[in-house]
């Protein structure tokens, strides 16, 4: 595995700690080797204590997505022992001559049989740059034994975001494919690694109990929530050229979308899956502009800390436009879901950190209540929990104890902390086996990626072209007041609240 961007935020904080975590599962190939390259100047040693350094400073930090207690020396040396470094320019063709040499060595020597990942923790405007010095230095090509096949694979692992716009997108995508086939481009989303997100299928196709009702017929609305309770840190030069919006809607939330709007599949494959997760997009309309809302978080108090807006975090402009928060209301037109909406919300500074799926079922007939003390029928809820706590809840109502008919809501949870042995993730750690399986399931296709980008283009350009103030929102909050407008102004809906349990 090639890591470009070794020296960066990303390869320490979750790359890897994942490649740590599939070390001490012991689920990393025998003769794994891991190459590192960056500008940065500094030796295989340096490179490795560092790495070393920066999972130590994870020890005991909750609000870390590595979470652990202690460092497991066996497995971090497992790891270690089989890392080098390569210190270079990305654009200069030298580099991957260089590169080329280490992959032989490999091959020739540690038994890795020519098989290798490159894995794109860099700035995205990079990406096709470097796949396309990988294609002219001869290091994707999968040389041919006398039967036709592959003698090894080279695939590529590319991070978001994939694009800005559709244009961009598109522009990348052709790009890419000029060197590598799309069965060799795995387009990563960390999200989708979560163990909670992998079992909304299981949840919805193996249990007879759910999927007859899943449509129309008995669901009101849909509301998809990922809050975070962190602002922008170090990232504000990121996220003054990206907002939120781009950040998170077209990658993140539009993945939980399909997981729950898809049509049973017709195996667990990656292609009959990723061809019923593209239907769902091919039967989105775009989002007219007054379908989304969007707001930048000004002071306020979060989890009891006083916070600084947005416009006062560093590298953010004095008078940025930039969205920290974004929320829409989308519609699938196909026969499972016509008229039923499905509402997104994403944003920093909000009260608790939240992500989670939430189906509102349509209430029950009222008639047969009239005359008791009974004034209204609630709907039923089905919450799936992804993060902090991951789990699965079912809303209902019953008769309160005592005389007379009183309703009362309760709830039924399963906790996957009170079922299932934990084990560190990060979210990376099963998508990495994938791409060295060479499992595409969990990765998006180049047309899905355009198809995100086309839905919420219209908005994105909107904004663009608007120049009066984004609207604040306190910090702390659960976003601005227009976001619960997007709701109340289709009928008597209102979002959860943040962190509501």
């Not at 891991?34 to 204590?49: C, E, H, S, Y």
């Not at 020739?108 to 990988?134: H, K, P, S, W």
Request: aromatic share 10%.
């Amino acid at each position: 595995m090639v890591i470009f961007g070794a020296s960066g935020d990303l390869t320490k904080r979750l790359v890897v700690p994942a490649l740590y975590n599939l070390s001490l599962t012991r689920l990393l190939p025998e003769n794994f080797r891991l190459i590192g390259v960056a500008l940065t100047k500094q030796t295989t040693k340096g490179w490795r204590d560092d790495l070393h350094a920066e999972l130590k400073s994870f020890v005991g930090n909750t609000t870390s997505a590595f979470d652990i207690d202690h460092i497991d020396e066996n497995a971090w040396q497992r790891l270690a022992r089989q890392m080098s470094y390569i210190q270079g320019d990305l654009t200069n063709p030298e580099l991957y001559r260089t590169l080329g040499s280490a992959l032989d060595k490999a091959r020739n020597t540690d038994g890795t049989r020519g098989n290798a990942v490159f894995y794109l923790a860099i700035a995205d405007q990079l990406f096709g740059t470097v796949v396309e010095q990988l294609g002219q230095a001869g290091l994707t090509d999968q040389n041919a034994d006398h039967d036709g096949k592959p003698d090894f694979w080279r695939r590529v692992v590319i991070e978001k975001p994939f694009g800005h716009s559709l244009d961009s997108a598109r522009e990348l995508n052709a790009r890419i494919l000029r060197t590598l086939h799309e069965d060799r481009i795995f387009r990563i989303d960390h999200f989708l690694g979560k163990d909670m997100v992998q079992t909304i299928m299981a949840f919805r196709f193996a249990n007879g109990l759910f999927e007859p009702v899943w449509n129309r017929d008995r669901i009101d609305h849909v509301q998809i929530t990922v809050a975070e309770t962190l602002g922008v840190e170090k990232r504000g030069r990121f996220y003054e050229a990206t907002g939120a919006l781009r950040d998170m809607v077209p990658n993140h939330l539009f993945a939980l979308l399909t997981l729950i709007a898809m049509e049973p599949p017709t195996g667990f494959d990656a292609a009959a899956i990723r061809a019923k997760k593209a239907d769902v997009f091919a039967a989105m309309p775009a989002v007219p502009p007054d379908h989304a809302v969007r707001g930048q978080y000004r002071g306020g108090t979060v989890l009891g800390k006083r916070v600084k807006p947005y416009r006062r975090e560093p590298d953010v402009a004095r008078d940025s436009n930039v969205e920290t928060y974004v929320s829409m209301r989308l519609q699938i037109d196909n026969w499972r879901w016509s008229g039923v909406p499905f509402y997104i919300r994403t944003g920093k500074h909000l009260a608790q950190r939240n992500s989670e799926v939430a189906i509102c079922f349509k209430p029950a007939p009222f008639a047969v209540f009239k005359g008791t003390h009974v004034d209204a029928m609630q709907p039923n809820w089905l919450v799936l929990r992804i993060a902090p706590d991951e789990g699965i809840s079912l809303q209902f109502e019953v008769r309160r104890r005592g005389q007379g008919v009183d309703l009362a809501e309760v709830k039924m949870d399963f906790h996957y902390d009170d079922w299932f042995l934990k084990a560190p993730n990060v979210g990376y750690e099963t998508l990495l086996h994938d791409v060295m399986t060479g499992d595409q399931t969990l990765f998006m296709s180049a047309g899905m990626i355009e198809q995100a980008w086309r839905i919420v283009q219209p908005v994105l350009d909107h904004w663009a072209a608007d120049k009066s103030d984004c609207p604040g929102y306190a910090s702390g909050g659960d976003g601005p007041k227009a976001a619960g407008d997007l709701l109340s102004a289709d009928g008597n809906r209102a979002w959860r609240p943040v962190g509501q349990s």
